[in-house]
């Protein structure tokens, strides 16, 4: 748990800037849409594309500057696998909640002012604006699955080199496309029910966090070259 705490210290720190950026963007993009008249679009559906890279960056960012750390302060990569997995789902749950939050505040404000909140976006979830607990959950789904797609990457970067873990981008970041096939609107086809969604995103970051966790369990620290 030692691992937990301390990663959750960091993971909070940084989904505090994250929201914050997310929050000025949202009030900025409402009062630029304002001066053209009526909304007629959720401006928070936008934050899609934010809500799975960051995570993903996140993910890169915390493994790649982390394991030397970890391993020099005598804990193990076990623990750091379990630690880094959990806390990415925790995180994944808290931004995921906020994005519900802004969609159910931004419903308050378009309703009050006699606007539309209409999601446009193709590549968006089989929800509407209004349904919060779908899209809590849908985007929890894609972004736990981003965050450990990053981390994966990282660890295929140290154990591969530059070169493989580049070549090797396809299976390790890859996925994230394949999350957006599974749960996207209008992409997934008509006989992919819910149900099959759900099992296949579980099954697909189940995937990338075994292959995270058995890749980890070798890695070596690297001496910088001199």
Do not use: C, K
Not at 42 to 69: D, K, L
Not at 136 to 147: D, F, H
């Amino acid at each position: 748990w030692r691992t937990v705490r301390s990663l959750a210290r960091t993971y909070a720190v940084v989904a505090a800037w994250f929201v914050a950026v997310v929050l000025v963007l949202w009030v900025g993009a409402v009062v630029v849409a304002m001066r053209f008249g009526p909304l007629g679009q959720s401006m928070v559906q936008f934050s899609r594309q934010g809500m799975t890279w960051f995570p993903f960056s996140i993910g890169v960012t915390v493994v790649a500057g982390y394991h030397a750390a970890h391993i020099a302060a005598g804990m193990t990569r076990r623990a750091l696998g379990v630690g880094t997995l959990l806390t990415s789902v925790g995180n994944a749950v808290v931004l995921s909640a906020v994005i519900a939050g802004l969609f159910w505040v931004e419903g308050l404000l378009y309703a009050a002012n006699g606007w539309q909140q209409a999601i446009i976006d193709e590549g968006w979830f089989p929800a509407d604006a209004g349904d919060l607990l779908a899209i809590l959950g849908w985007q929890t789904l894609v972004t736990t699955a981003a965050q450990v797609s990053g981390m994966l990457v990282a660890v295929v970067y140290q154990r591969t080199g530059p070169w493989w873990g580049t070549l090797l981008l396809p299976l390790t970041a890859g996925p994230i496309v394949g999350m957006w096939w599974i749960v996207a609107r209008g992409v997934t086809a008509e006989w992919l029910t819910t149900g099959a969604r759900v099992g296949l995103s579980v099954l697909l970051t189940a995937a990338l966090a075994a292959a995270y966790l058995v890749l980890l369990r070798g890695l070596q620290l690297r001496t910088p070259r001199t």
